[in-house]
């Protein structure tokens, strides 16, 4: 059975968040390099673009992550995390955070994108010309990259998606180029 069919199962196709029945999308958590049903769910298209920042971030649909931070399913559990902290200054979301408990293995992948730091702690990744990159982004090569332990280049002009930031370091990411995950110095990019 595929991650989307058992992730539609287990919802009763509804979003994980909200319960909505419309535009449900497989969504996978940042970092994450590998779809697996642990680190997915079934969200709405609502959801979608508030949780990857395309829309504005409407306070009151949040409302739902009351229900949904009791979730079974970590997933779940983590991105209900990860949206009441991006919400906390709005008073209601910090209370929920004070009741919600993650066991440390899911509050360390909940951490990975630095939802709970303020805006001035976050380590900001920028590609060549200073532009702000975010897990997922697709890049593009500036010059040859011989990658380190291989005999492989990565010429210039190569397109990377669906990048990974390092939570430790501002100056790398991670990709695939060829079939191979590599790490790139991101002053070697450049945002598509």
């Known amino acids: 059975m595929s991650i989307l069919q058992t992730l539609k199962d287990r919802s009763h196709n509804t979003c994980e968040l909200c319960k909505s029945d419309e535009g449900l999308t497989q969504y996978t958590l940042p970092p994450s390099l590998n779809e697996n049903v642990d680190n997915s769910l079934l969200i709405c298209s609502t959801c979608l673009e508030q949780v990857e920042g395309n829309a504005e971030m409407d306070v009151n649909h949040w409302r739902c ?10 997933a779940v559990q983590i991105l209900s995390w990860r949206m009441l902290q991006r919400l906390r200054h709005e008073g209601w979301p910090k209370d929920l955070l004070d009741m919600m408990y993650l ?5 360390s992948l909940a951490r990975a994108t630095g939802e709970d730091k303020d805006d001035s702690d976050k380590i900001i990744h920028r590609d060549v010309n200073g532009v702000i990159l975010d897990n997922g982004d697709s890049v593009v090569l ?10 492989m280049v990565a010429k210039q002009g190569t397109a990377v998606r669906n990048i990974r930031l390092d939570r430790d370091n501002a100056e ?3 990709g695939k180029v060829d079939g191979q995950q590599i790490v790139i110095i991101t002053k070697y990019v450049k945002k598509t």
Not at 103 to 107: I, R
Not at 142 to 151: A, H, P, Q, Y
């Open 172 to 174: 790398y990411i991670e």
């Open 65 to 74: 992550l009351n229900d949904s931070m009791w979730s079974e399913f970590v």
């Open 142 to 151: 500036v010059k040859d990259l011989k990658v380190k332990g291989s005999s």
């Open 103 to 107: 066991d440390d293995d899911a509050l």
